[in-house]
């Protein structure tokens, strides 16, 4: 049975011009080659599988071949190339720092770098995943990696930078590789399909290569993957199958139904997607990727964003015509929200569903807009009717009639009828009295209760009504409405009424005068002095929250502070040791707003002060050291010096 070889082995670039998608890399190497401008040791880094470790085989035969191409290429003829071919070289020297990462590895490299090379010009020591090694191997790497002979070259590859010492950075031409863009990776696997006589559709070389996320390598293993499973026919749908990826198709319908607001139709797709075994935070990403794409079809100059095939990219735009980028981006902003929270969810299926259905009312959802001819504020709200939406307008003041008062449920009017008794009616917060002038002399008027008394018919043909104010007590002063009256035909009433606070004030504004009010009839309290048997007394009833609290700590270490009055309006509060005094740095703002409430004085200031003297009686006499506590112990007890002599003992101290 013929030995199988991977793709990635199979085809991997043997030549600077077969490198994919790292040209800023390969050309720069290509002309410090000609130029002869190599440096001592290079640094490539990057993510995993873009060419890394190819670049420095490439460059480490390119520069021993003895029949250098015009073009900076390696000729593949002479003896120097054929033997890294075969891997017979003795000049390329390859390490895995991940399992050669200590001392001993290193200075066993550093020993055959003095050797200088039996054939060719050049000793290339490769050294891959380099941040595996320690950080003394680091540091013995270091003087070798500065000045090493002339002949010697290192090329340093790894995937973590930042794991890299400084040192070793600093002595290195560093080269950052790029992942590998979706159309290179498209075209690179389109060139081994037609070299294998693969039939593979352009649509699912797509989804390989937005699954392996600019990785060649990986590209290449799920290449062959699927040619296993296809029997190298590749189509878009047994793609979609083996990466376990979900159609774009469900992605439009989806987006068909929530801009229709098919609640039920939408569900039912989620539920169908979740049957094929997807998971509701996959759903959720490709949704957020595919509205992104929706967002960036909108623009011509970013349609080169999406990277998709020509098909989806023409369906893009399409259905990016019928939404607004408003929609689109609040959208993603709740998808987003619903994708964070996804893992903390018990219910995931029904977390999922919220946002679906979130997403179908979206462009019903709360809005501001504005009026073009007012400037006014419009608030548009969800009417289950289908009405339109009211604007928040200020209240339009209204004059009282007679047909207001009697049409509303309340009214502050009294009305007598010649027929029936008193009808006594209490005005609504609705009805929106005339704003009236303000009188000449700004003194207090009274509130009205308006009376209508509706005369006989007999004595009064035109049916008009006496009007009566009844004054009652005014709590404050007010402007009011002079009263006015109009002919009725017989069978109507009519009624004159005076606001009792003249027009209605906004919110604000009566808030404003609210706190005007309360600030006015508010007596501010005298001070209290600050007094020893006050301060006293205050403190203790401020360490006994803590000590109903049970927080002991706390307690001790307010009990050993003591208070003193350093000024008419300051306290002073000393510490015994430079942890207490840290422990009031912290609590100093909650006593201050204590002994302020107390005092009624505002202006007291607290200042902590720590006893040095205390502080050092506090801690004690130095420790003892061994030699010393030693000679104490053999003061005490002579014996312990005659055993220590007999024993002939040396003791570490």
């Known amino acids: 049975m013929e030995n199988f070889i991977v793709s990635a082995r199979k085809y991997r670039p043997q030549n600077f011009s077969t490198v994919v998608g790292q040209s800023h890399i390969t050309t720069t190497l290509k002309n410090a080659i000609r130029n002869h401008q190599l440096a001592h040791a290079f640094l490539f880094c990057g993510p995993r599988g873009v060419g890394k470790t190819t670049c420095a ?87 070798t990696l500065e000045e090493p002979p002339s002949y010697a070259i290192f090329i340093l590859a790894t995937t973590e930078k930042h794991k890299i010492l400084p040192t070793i950075l600093s002595r290195c031409q560093i080269f950052d590789f790029k992942r590998i863009t979706i159309q290179d990776t498209v075209d690179h696997l389109q060139d081994i399909c037609n070299k294998e006589n693969i039939q593979a559709e352009s649509d699912a070389l797509h989804l390989v290569a937005q699954k392996t996320d600019g990785c060649m390598r990986d590209s290449l293993s799920t290449l062959d993957k699927i040619v296993s499973f296809t029997a190298g026919h590749l189509t878009y749908q047994n793609t979609l199958e083996h990466l376990n990826i979900l159609d774009y198709d469900y992605y439009f319908k989806v987006m068909d139904m929530v801009l229709n607001q098919d609640v039920a139709s939408s569900l039912l797709l989620f539920d169908e997607i979740l049957q094929k075994g997807f998971e509701g935070d996959n759903f959720l990403g490709g949704w957020a990727e595919f509205l992104r794409n929706l967002l960036l079809s909108k623009e011509e100059k970013a349609v080169h964003l999406v990277e998709v095939s020509g098909n989806l990219k023409e369906r893009y735009k399409q259905l990016a015509g019928k939404v607004s980028p408003a929609y689109l981006i609040t959208a993603l902003n709740l998808l987003n929200e619903t994708e964070i929270n996804y893992r903390m969810a018990r219910n995931k299926r029904l977390h999922v569903e919220m946002a679906l259905i979130k997403l179908c009312f979206l462009q019903q959802a709360v809005t501001l807009v504005s009026d073009d001819h007012t400037g006014e504020v419009a608030k548009k709200k969800l009417v289950a009717d289908g009405s339109a939406p009211q604007k928040l307008r200020a209240p339009v003041a209204q004059p009282v009639t007679a047909k207001n008062i009697t049409e509303r449920p309340a009214t502050a009017a009294s009305i007598q009828s010649a027929e029936g008794p008193t009808l006594t009616v209490q005005e609504t917060p609705v009805a929106k009295p005339v704003e009236a002038p303000k009188p000449a002399a700004p003194a207090a008027q009274p509130q009205f209760s308006a009376q209508v008394h509706t005369a006989p018919a007999a004595g009064n043909t035109a049916g008009s009504q006496v009007v009566k104010p009844t004054p009652t007590p005014a709590v404050k002063p007010a402007a009011t409405v002079p009263p006015a009256s109009a002919a009725m035909t017989p069978g109507q009433t009519t009624a004159t009424a005076t606001p009792a606070a003249g027009a209605k004030l906004t ?145 570490d101290f």
């Open 507 to 651: 919110g604000l504004a009566a808030m404003k005068e609210a706190m005007a009010a309360k600030q006015q009839s508010t007596v501010v309290a005298e001070a209290k002095p600050l007094t020893a048997g006050a301060l006293e007394v205050y403190w203790e009833e401020f360490i006994d929250r803590y000590r109903q609290a049970n927080k002991m700590t706390v307690v001790s270490n307010l009990a050993l502070a003591v208070l003193k009055i350093l000024n008419p309006d300051e306290i002073g509060i000393v510490s015994r040791n430079i942890v207490q005094f840290r422990f009031m740095e912290e609590e100093k703002l909650v006593i201050s707003e204590f002994f302020k409430q107390k005092f009624n004085n505002a202006g007291l200031i607290l200042t902590l002060q720590l006893d040095e003297t205390q502080q050092a009686q506090d801690i004690g006499p130095a420790p003892l050291s061994s030699r010393e506590q030693f000679q104490q112990l053999v003061e005490k007890y002579p014996l312990v010096k005659e055993l220590k002599d007999r024993l002939n003992m040396e003791l």
């Open 57 to 143: 085989r490439i460059l480490a035969k390119t520069i021993n071949c003895e029949n250098l191409q015009p073009d900076g290429e390696a000729c593949n003829e002479c003896h120097s190339c054929k033997s890294f071919n075969e891997g017979s070289s003795f000049n390329i020297h390859e390490l895995d720092a991940a399992s050669n990462n200590s001392v001993d590895d290193i200075r066993t490299l550093v020993e055959q770098v003095r050797f200088a090379p039996q054939a060719g010009k050049y000793k290339i020591y490769i050294i891959d995943e380099v941040h595996m090694l320690s950080s003394s191997a680091f540091n013995a790497f270091l003087k």
